[in-house]
């Protein structure tokens, strides 16, 4: 069987090593809380080590260590020991599957919250060898519009804003996108819409979204993609396994290699809910 995923992978890894940019940054948020950034990013990071690149996950979130929590993971270290010079950075790293590696958040993020904007941006990319150790750092910055969250993304390439269709998340996208606009124009703005039945509810909801972004506040928007609503993303919530390797042939973690494949610039044909040729046989027979 033709495994798509497989060429990508092989097309990623021929790229020449000298082409691969600085390490970018880039911070999933949300206006609402229990969207599905965690997910989003714990999938993502093992997604984007699929196509070849080397990927940090810094758990940026105020409250629980989500991403700790996701990967069933108990480090010792956070980036509080690599701010206080205690430890060093090889220390601090927590490596996970897919040569993919956490910096644990905790307490320390609250002293990272306090540097301003430039400052920030300085230790994220320049934190020891970090650097030279990823090509993209993934930070899930927890909810809201807290100091914390926004610092995060406007030190951040790029942002990928998680909503629902329901309305009071993609009110509180909205939300979050006019602060995102008062504090900074330069990031580049990407919206996933999680839980959909479909594509076309995904499509309306970010078309409302972006009609308001677009007339109230003049900012550009991109669809970066959506993911369906899975009740395999619950339980692997519950077994503490992400998605990626309990379920991989399921429906939302093919939506997140799509993703992945959109942040690495490589074109792939949206997932049908229904699963393709599969789906279009099975529900031809139904009929
Ligand atoms: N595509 C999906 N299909 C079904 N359920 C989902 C999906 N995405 C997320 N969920 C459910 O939503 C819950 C919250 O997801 P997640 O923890 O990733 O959200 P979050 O935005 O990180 O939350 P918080 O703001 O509390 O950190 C998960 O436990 C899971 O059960
Ligand atoms: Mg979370």
């Known amino acids: 069987m033709y495994d798509q995923a497989s060429t990508l992978r092989k097309l990623a890894s021929e790229r020449e090593a000298g082409s691969r940019r600085n390490m970018r940054v880039i911070a999933v948020s949300s206006g609402k809380g229990g969207v599905g950034k965690t997910s989003l990013v714990v999938n993502m990071a093992l997604a984007l080590a699929e196509y070849n690149y080397r990927v940090i996950v810094l758990d940026g979130d105020l409250g629980l260590a989500n991403v700790d929590v996701a990967f069933g993971i108990t480090p010792r270290y956070s980036i509080r020991h690599l701010l206080s010079g205690e430890k060093r950075v090889e220390d601090v790293l927590y490596p996970v599957d897919r040569g993919i590696k956490v910096l644990p958040g905790a307490s320390g993020v609250i002293e990272l919250a306090n540097l301003d904007r430039g400052q ?27 100091h914390t969250v926004l610092n995060f993304i406007c030190a951040s390439d790029d942002v990928i804003v998680v909503m629902t ?7 509180d996208a909205y939300g979050l996108l006019k602060s995102i606009k008062s504090q900074s124009e330069k990031v580049n703005v990407n919206v996933v ?13 970010f078309e409302r979204l972006q009609y308001a972004v677009s007339k109230f ?10 993911i369906y609503d899975d009740p395999l993303v619950g339980r692997s919530v519950m077994e503490q396994k992400p998605l990626a390797l309990s379920n991989p042939q399921s429906h939302a973690y093919k939506c997140v290699q799509w993703i992945a494949a959109n942040v690495a610039g490589i074109y792939l044909q949206p997932p049908t809910q229904n699963g393709g040729i599969k ?5 031809l027979l139904k009929n």
Do not use: H, Y
């Open 120 to 146: 920030l941006k300085n230790v994220l990319v320049n934190f020891g060898r970090l650097e030279k150790m990823a090509d993209i750092l993934l930070i899930d910055t927890g909810a809201g519009l807290g």
């Open 217 to 226: 506040l003049g900012m550009p928007l991109n669809l970066l993609g959506w």
């Open 193 to 205: 819409v999680n839980r959909v039945r479909n594509e076309s509810e995904a499509e309306q909801a």
């Open 279 to 283: 789906g279009f046989l099975s529900s």
């Open 165 to 171: 269709p329901e309305p009071p998340s993609m009110t």
